[in-house]
Every structure is written in C-alpha cells, then in structure tokens.
C-alpha cells in the first residue's frame, strides 16, 4: 500500500511538472506588452500541489519547473534563468508559509496564496534588478511590476478557486493521497 502511494505521489509530481512545462510553453507564446510582464500560468500546478504534496514535494516541483522553463526558453544559461529562478523559488516558498500558516488552505483562498506567490515572485526580481541590471533605476519599474503582480495573482488565484472547486480530477487525486 505505502509503495502504491508512493509511486501514485512520483506519477503526481511528473504530471503536475509537465503541466508546469505545458503552461509555461502556452504563456511563452502569448505577446506580452513588456517583455518582463508574465502571467504566471505555470504556478497553476504549483497551487493545486499544496493541497496534494508534502511542502518538500512542492519545492521539488518548483525546481523541476525552473529547469524545465530554462530549457523551454532558451534562457538557461542567462541572467533571465536566475531572474526567473530566483523569483519561481521565492514565489513557492511564500505559497507554502502562507497556505501552512493559514491551516493548509483552511482559512485563505487560492487568491491569497496566489497574490502571496506572485508579491514574492516580483520582490525578488526587483532586489535582483537592483543588484544586477539597474540599480537605482529599478524604481520606475516597481510599480508596473507590482501592480501587474496583484492582477495576475487574482485572475490565477480565481481560476485555482473554480478549478478545484469543479474538478472531478482533483477531487479524485486528492481522496486518493489522503
């Protein structure tokens, strides 16, 4: 039985990663008005692994994710891979305090988890555009980044609220883990 669960958890975490790969794929083709404004349609998956992984397994995720992105995007070997890196890291790492701060998702929605994630994503690339590309100059900046963070935050966090509210999927993976 344990070793069944276990190989259940390995099948989540590479569906869930190719997920993250698939969206990321969908987001990369979508024109953006600013080359550094993202959706954030590959934390999707990340979202729905905090109600089905350990906090470990969602880490895991997040760095199979980041991985998958650089290759995806070309960026790998780039300044744009430790943005996004740094920003990915930080974004999960926030989505997992907040979600086992509020009693695993018990008193917060995926709109909070979410704006949490995206908040933190963007902090750290901004404390990264600082240090690394622009300095000072990172101000003018800031504030399209945040505000593009608070809106795609709530459109990911509305859609993560509906997707498991609907899914037959979800209810199904999450009876089976528990």
């Given at each position: 039985?344990?070793?069944?669960?276990?190989?259940?958890?390995?099948?989540?975490?590479?569906?869930?990663?190719?997920?993250?790969?698939?969206?990321?794929?969908?987001?990369?083709?979508?024109?953006?008005?600013?080359?550094?404004?993202?959706?954030?349609?590959?934390?999707?998956?990340?979202?729905?692994?905090?109600?089905?992984?350990?906090?470990?397994?969602?880490?895991?995720?997040?760095?199979?994710?980041?991985?998958?992105?650089?290759?995806?995007?070309?960026?790998?070997?780039?300044?744009?891979?430790?943005?996004?890196?740094?920003?990915?890291?930080?974004?999960?790492?926030?989505?997992?305090?907040?979600?086992?701060?509020?009693?695993?998702?018990?008193?917060?929605?995926?709109?909070?988890?979410?704006?949490?994630?995206?908040?933190?994503?963007?902090?750290?690339?901004?404390?990264?555009?600082?240090?690394?590309?622009?300095?000072?100059?990172?101000?003018?900046?800031?504030?399209?980044?945040?505000?593009?963070?608070?809106?795609?935050?709530?459109?990911?966090?509305?859609?993560?609220?509906l997707f498991i509210e609907k899914s037959i999927w979800f209810k199904k993976v999450k009876n089976e883990?528990?």
């Open positions: 039985m344990i070793e069944c669960l276990i190989m259940n958890k390995n099948r989540l975490i590479s569906f869930l990663a190719a997920l993250c790969l698939f969206l990321s794929a969908i987001e990369y083709a979508i024109p953006k008005p600013l080359p550094f404004l993202r959706l954030g349609l590959a934390n999707l998956p990340i979202l729905i692994s905090l109600y089905l992984l350990t906090p470990k397994e969602t880490l895991f995720l997040s760095v199979l994710k980041i991985l998958g992105q650089g290759f995806i995007s070309g960026t790998f070997f780039s300044y744009i891979f430790v943005f996004s890196a740094g920003g990915s890291l930080a974004s999960s790492i926030a989505m997992i305090a907040v979600f086992y701060l509020f009693k695993k998702g018990k008193y917060i929605s995926n709109i909070g988890l979410s704006l949490a994630g995206a908040l933190a994503n963007n902090a750290v690339q901004l404390l990264l555009s600082y240090f690394i590309l622009f300095g000072e100059n990172t101000k003018y900046i800031a504030p399209v980044l945040l505000i593009s963070a608070c809106i795609t935050g709530c459109a990911l966090g509305i859609f993560t609220n883990i528990a």
